[in-house]
């Protein structure tokens, strides 16, 4: 398993490096390239990882069990999701972040990091060139490469168990587990307002005049009271200890997806891209920074706070959901309360050879 991966990563890489050097990246024509560039780097990767699994086992079992019929009928609803939260923070809050990769982290938390992965990648693809005006993304393709990352981080954060309840833990595990959370929480959430409003805190973007937006931020605005209520009956009321997972989980995903997407926002659109973050790039460079590096330097704000929200959120749904409607996914074992997990001696994934 992990030679594949290695290998796969590597193949990524190369074709990458090869579509940057050859493709035009210059002008309005720099994000087609860029997006078809990854798509062809993430094909061949794809393919390098299928091969190499049939000369170990001769299938692709390991591959197959994660695309099951439930599998195919959640990704669509997934995508959607992913769009119409996205557009709505893009277009009605003024918040620091995305919400665009919900219904990619559940996806690959239910099923795996390849659908997680590939979930991710086509809804950006076609938020960008398939959607009509205003919940267009006119930007999404160039990063669909980083919503692929958070789909394969999440549904290997759930392979190995990170996103198992574990009700009713001692006081002193609990502690640590939730001192951790809550300090993590806290500094992000602190770090932001002082970075993004300074003194004036605005949720809802004064700029909008689309009944619809307004109504979806409305409706956003209740999901983050969930995710503040949820988070807090988790720790104190059930003592879920999966709550200090589930925030060093979304703080590590959103400090690789800052990696990730940096690059490309500096050197595609110069940190310009439309979102509610373009004011975090503008305050960095205001205060001396270069291109690249207050780029980097919002993703390291905004991705660390978006996806910490965002998983906390997919585990609220995860928790609301029946414990045999969990089972039926290919990774639903890994969700379930004393379910496998890694360190329970499983080395694959359910239906795949050791």
Known sequence: MVVRWIATVVAFLIVAFIGIVGFNFEGQAAGNSWALAAALALVVAFGVYAGIEYAQTGGFASISSQFDMRTLALMPVAIAINIILGAAVANALKIPIYLDSIGTILVGALAGPIPGALTGFVANLIWQYIIPPPFQGAVA??????????????????????????????????AVGGLVALAVVAGLAWYAYARFYGTTFEFFNPDNTNVVFTILGWLIALLFIGFIVGMLALLFVRRDLTVAYVTIGGVLTGAVAALVSAPISANLFSGVTGAGTDFLVAAFRQAGSDIQTATFQQGLLSDPVDKLVTFFVVYLVLSAMARRTKARFPQGDRLLEGGDSPADGEGEWRGAPA
């Not at 958070?150 to 309840?165: E, K």
Request: charged share 20%.
């Open 141 to 174: 393709a160039p990063f669909a490469i980083v919503a692929a990352v958070i789909g394969l981080m999440a549904g290997l954060f759930a392979r190995a168990g990170w996103l198992r309840p574990r009700p009713d833990r001692p006081i002193g595990e609990l």
